[in-house]
C-alpha cells in the first residue's frame, strides 16, 4: 500500500494524470467528432452513414485506432524514471524491486482505465453533437452504443499495462516508444498482408482489441485491397481473455526481469 500511495503521489505531482485526460478526452473526441460531422458517407472509402447501425458502430469503433496513445503513455511514464535516474531513489524507498512494479502495474491499470473512460465519454458525446448538428437521429437504442464505449475503455486499461511493462523491459526511453509504434503501427499490418501468417492476427494483441471493441472495419478493408481473405475475429469475450493473457505475460516479465538487474 505504501508503494501504491508513492506511485499515486507521483503520478499527480508530475501532473501526468492531468495530461493523460486531456489526451483522452482529444483522442476520444476529435475522430468520432470529425467523422460525424463529415458524414461516414462522406469519406474516402465511403461508409455506411449516421443513419445505420453499421455506420454508427463504425464511428464509435475508430478511436481504438488511437489505443496506442495510452501504451505510449505508460511507456513513458515508466522509462523516464530510468531516463532521468529517479528508478534508484524509488527503489532505494521501497527496496523490493518487484514490490514497486507490482504497484506501477496497479496504479496504471487504474489510470488506463480512467483514460479509457474519459475517452469513452468525449466519444459519445462527440457522436451525439455530431449527428445533432447534421439534423440526424442515431438509430439505436442508448445500451447498443454504450456497449463499445465500455469495449474501448477495457482495452485502453489493457494497453496502459501493455505500456508500462514494455517500458519496465526496455528501459531505454526511445526502444520503448519504438517498440510500442513499431509494433501497433507497423508490425501487425504487415503480418496481416503475409498469407497464411494472417489466420493468426486474431490471436494478437491487434486482433484481440478489434475482437473486444467489435470493430473489424479497417481489417477488413485492407483484407479486400490486398485481395487477401480476412481472418475471423474470435467472441469480444475470447478477445478480452486474449488481452488480458498479454496483459498478465508482459506483467508478470516487467516485475520479475529487473528483479536481476544492474539499474544502469
Known sequence: MNAIHGELTKLFTLRLAIWAMLLAAACGALLTG???LIGPENATPPMPGLDTADGVAIVLGLPSVM??????????AVTSEYRHHTIG????????????LGAKLIVYALLGLTYGIVSSVASGAALFAGAA???????VPIGEVL?????LALAAAVYMVL???IGALARNQL???AIVLGYFYLLEFVLMMIPGVNTFYPFLPGGAT???TSFSFLTDTMAEQTSLGSAALVSPAAGTLILLAYAAVAGLLAVIVPLRRDLR
Do not use: D
Not at 531513489?89 to 514497486?100: E, H, I, K, M, N
Open 147 to 151: 456497449l463499445p464505449l465500455i469495449q
Open 133 to 139: 448538428a447534421r439534423g440526424v437521429s442515431i438509430p
Open 67 to 76: 489505443l496506442f496513445v495510452p501504451a505510449l503513455i505508460g511507456t513513458i
Open 34 to 36: 470529425a467523422l460525424a
Open 163 to 165: 505500456g508500462v511493462s
Open 210 to 212: 478489434a475482437s473486444l
Open 89 to 100: 531513489t524509488t527503489f532505494l524507498a521501497v527496496p523490493r524491486r518487484g514490490r514497486v
Open 175 to 177: 526502444i520503448a516508444i
